[in-house]
Every structure is written in structure tokens, then in C-alpha cells.
């Protein structure tokens, strides 16, 4: 398993943004893949995005599809997950994970074995 790390979490108001990184000790995570999880309020944790190595495939949930960007950068080997016009309904605890196989295409179904620990994001007025 690789060691997974997020970082960006926090409160915001309606409308806001903010940028979730994820890094991977040992290894550049962009050349692995990574996706995007959360876990709202007395919800299951659910897939929001996830993007391929070498990015040429990235997938994103329905539900913040033209409001989340996925994206990696090679150079400080870290995928960031870039979310605008958040609303409440996207509360809860976001996961990034990876796994030890590259992710060469992504899609909602794939299975990831190596999970961070997960970072708060409060969205309220």
C-alpha cells in the first residue's frame, strides 16, 4: 500500500472555493492516479473524481461535474481537487486514495487499496 496524504480542508460559505491536495510518501501520486471521495453526514462515502496517470482520463460524479476540477502536477507530485460554487450539500470528510497499480482510465467503479485520512469540508452560511 502507498501512505496517502490530504491537505486543504475547511470551512467555507456557500459559493466559495476551495483546493484539496494529496500527495503520496515514496512515490509521485500523478503517476499512479488518484481519485476522490466523500462522505457526507450520516451518508456512504461515494466517488467524486478521479484522474489517470498521466491525466489523459479523469471522471467526475454528477453531482459536481462543471464545479470540481481534478487535476495533477508532476512537478510536486501532488492531484489537487479544485471546487468552486461549493454548497452545503457537499459537506463531509473528502478521501483521496491511490492505488499500487496505475489507474491508466478512470471510471466510478474502480477499486483503490490505499486510502489517506481524510479532510474536513464544512460548507455553511
Known amino acids: 500500500q502507498i501512505q496517502v496524504v490530504e491537505l486543504g480542508g475547511g470551512d467555507v460559505q456557500p459559493g466559495g472555493s476551495l483546493r484539496l491536495s494529496c500527495v503520496a510518501v515514496?512515490?509521485?501520486?500523478?503517476?499512479?492516479?488518484a481519485g476522490w471521495f466523500r462522505q457526507a453526514p450520516g451518508k456512504e462515502r461515494e466517488v467524486i473524481s478521479c484522474?489517470?496517470?498521466?491525466?489523459?482520463?479523469?471522471y467526475y460524479a454528477e453531482s459536481v461535474k462543471g464545479r470540481f476540477t481534478i487535476t495533477s502536477d508532476y512537478a510536486r507530485k501532488t492531484v489537487y481537487l479544485q471546487m468552486n460554487n461549493l454548497k452545503p450539500a457537499d459537506t463531509g470528510i473528502y478521501y483521496c486514495?491511490?492505488?499500487?497499480?496505475?489507474?491508466?482510465?478512470?471510471?466510478?467503479?474502480?477499486?483503490?487499496?490505499?486510502w489517506g485520512r481524510g479532510t474536513r469540508v464544512t460548507v455553511s452560511s
Open positions: 515514496g512515490v509521485s501520486l500523478p503517476e499512479y492516479g
Open positions: 484522474i489517470s496517470t498521466y491525466a489523459d482520463s479523469t
Open positions: 486514495a491511490t492505488r499500487s497499480i496505475i489507474i491508466k482510465s478512470c471510471a466510478a467503479g474502480i477499486r483503490y487499496n490505499s
